[in-house]
């Protein structure tokens, strides 16, 4: 079983930068992504950024100018680097943890946070 804490998010004026942080515990799996989703009002999860544990990324392409993505494997940490804040970046951002059995990464399956509100308000 994996749990994983997040923090970091609050109320930002635009233009303003945030750094959430998300730390796995628990029964972590050697081959696995972290990233983060986030959710707004009345809109379906999406993806932020995810990082593999060996370092390659993936972002959302509208995103990728102004987040940045890190982890530290020996803390099974993510961190998200969030600068120039809009008040569309407004959501939940949902950590993850996506697990997989085997080097392959054919099969997996997915932890998640509880979840944390990012506020872009003036």
């Known amino acids: 079983q994996v749990q994983l804490v997040e923090s970091g998010g609050g109320l930002v004026q635009p233009g303003g930068s945030l750094r959430l942080s998300c730390a796995a515990s628990g029964s972590i799996r050697s081959i696995n992504d972290m990233g983060w989703y986030r959710q707004a009002p009345g809109k379906q999860r999406e993806l932020v950024a995810a990082?593999?544990?060996?370092?390659?990324?993936n972002y959302a392409d509208s995103l990728k100018d102004r987040f940045s993505i890190s982890r530290d494997n020996a803390k099974n940490t993510v961190y998200l680097q969030m600068n120039s804040l809009r008040p569309e970046d407004t959501a939940v951002y949902y950590c993850?943890?996506?697990?997989?059995?085997?080097?392959?990464?054919?099969?997996?399956?997915?932890?998640w946070g509880q979840g944390t509100q990012v506020t872009v308000s003036s």
């Open positions: 990082m593999t544990n060996d370092g390659n990324t």
């Open positions: 993850n943890l996506r697990s997989y059995f085997t080097y392959r990464r054919l099969n997996f399956f997915d932890s």
